[in-house]
């Protein structure tokens, strides 16, 4: 197989090795990752395998160090690491460096470069076109808020994007932060509980917590279904369940509903294409992970 931009992968022998690819995470256990990518792996013949890391906080540094090693492809980060990995790493992907966040870092021969897959894999589902002009709103104001916000805002035009949190103060800074000035849209903060018009009135409503994610199912960020009516779309970046009770409900009102995998998928490929520049075979890989509970 080769590596990352088309080098040959090579083991002490001169031959290639196995390469890995690793989830440096905390916690990581409820990660499908591993699935999608070595389902992935296998499809291709590429061999290399993608390891679930749990690494406390204390242990990012010597984690991320341990990437440098030849037969190592890169890794995924999670919670809660994405923004504190920064400092580890010897240069940041534009994208990343605007959301201010690395989910999956390449190793460059012995670099190690942080990229942000998870804005780009926002959008593979949406239409940007369907957005441009149109109010949108996104629930929340933690990593996943911000890459979608920065994703609505660099590949749409909306005419306001409202982030809705619980901590306005956070969303304050997300949206200090954002390059706005390229789509035009008017960027406000609300908080959660006097969002009413914007989540009725938004094309697009996006919930960026974690509420509804299992084991608390009968939740939901936004408790009052008729929020929600035809013409809309409701995309719910929680994949565990996917039908999340907010999806029930916007689809009982007649909404278009889009669950978590489709990001998670979406981000993915892209990570899976930076370390071993081919195509993920999108279809196993969902396959891997579809009938997960
Ligand atoms: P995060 O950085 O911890 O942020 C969580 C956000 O949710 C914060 O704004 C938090 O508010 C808010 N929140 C938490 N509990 C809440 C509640 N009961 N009511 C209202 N707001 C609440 O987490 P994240 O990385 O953004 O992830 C958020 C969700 O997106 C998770 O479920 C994650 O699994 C999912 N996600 C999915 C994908 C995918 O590929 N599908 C990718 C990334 C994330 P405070 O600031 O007030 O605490």
């Known amino acids: 197989m080769s590596g990352p931009g088309g080098r040959a992968a090579s083991g002490t022998s001169g031959h290639p090795g196995?390469?890995?690819a690793l989830l440096l995470g905390d916690?990581?256990?409820?990660?499908?990752?591993?699935?999608?990518?070595?389902?992935?792996?296998?499809?291709?013949?590429?061999?290399?395998?993608?390891?679930?890391?749990?690494?406390?906080?204390?242990?990012l540094g010597a984690a991320v160090a341990g990437l440098r090693q030849p037969q190592v492809l890169g890794a995924n980060v999670t919670i809660p690491h994405k923004q504190d990995v920064i400092p580890f790493l010897d240069e940041l992907d534009s994208t990343a460096d605007a959301i201010g966040a690395v989910n999956t870092i390449i190793n460059r021969e012995g670099q190690l470069v942080g990229h942000n897959t998870d804005?780009?894999?926002?959008?593979?589902?949406?239409?940007?076109?369907?957005?441009?002009?149109?109010?949108?709103?996104?629930?929340?104001?933690?990593?996943?808020?911000?890459?979608?916000?920065?994703?609505?805002?660099?590949?749409?035009?909306?005419?306001?994007?409202?982030?809705?949190?619980?901590?306005?103060?956070?969303?304050?800074?997300?949206?200090?932060?954002?390059p706005a000035g390229a789509s035009g849209a008017d960027v406000r903060v609300s908080p959660l509980a006097e969002a009413?018009?914007?989540?009725?009135?938004?094309?697009?409503?996006?919930?960026?917590?974690?509420?509804?994610?299992?084991?608390?199912?009968s939740a939901s960020p936004w408790p009052d279904p008729d929020a929600f009516h035809a013409g809309q779309i409701v995309y719910d970046l929680v994949y565990n369940?996917?039908?999340?009770?907010?999806?029930?409900?916007?689809?009982?009102?007649?909404?278009?509903?889009?669950?978590?995998?489709?990001?998670?998928?979406g981000q993915a490929a892209i990570a899976f294409e930076l370390w071993t520049g081919q195509e993920m075979p999108i279809e196993v890989a969902r396959a891997a992970v579809d009938h997960s509970p």
């Open 18 to 20: 196995t390469r890995l």
């Open 27 to 59: 916690p990581v256990a409820h990660s499908l990752s591993p699935r999608i990518h070595a389902a992935a792996f296998e499809a291709l013949g590429i061999d290399a395998i993608y390891l679930a890391s749990r690494v406390p906080a204390r242990a």
């Open 119 to 178: 804005a780009a894999g926002f959008m593979t589902p949406l239409a940007a076109k369907e957005l441009n002009g149109r109010p949108v709103a996104i629930l929340g104001s933690g990593g996943a808020a911000r890459a979608a916000g920065f994703a609505l805002l660099t590949h749409a035009s909306p005419s306001v994007l409202t982030f809705a949190a619980r901590s306005p103060d956070r969303a304050e800074t997300i949206a200090r932060d954002l």
């Open 196 to 217: 009413g018009a914007a989540v009725r009135d938004a094309l697009l409503v996006v919930n960026a917590t974690p509420v509804g994610m299992h084991p608390r199912v």
């Open 241 to 265: 369940p996917r039908q999340t009770l907010l999806l029930k409900q916007a689809a009982s009102r007649g909404a278009r509903t889009i669950d978590g995998l489709e990001m998670l998928i």
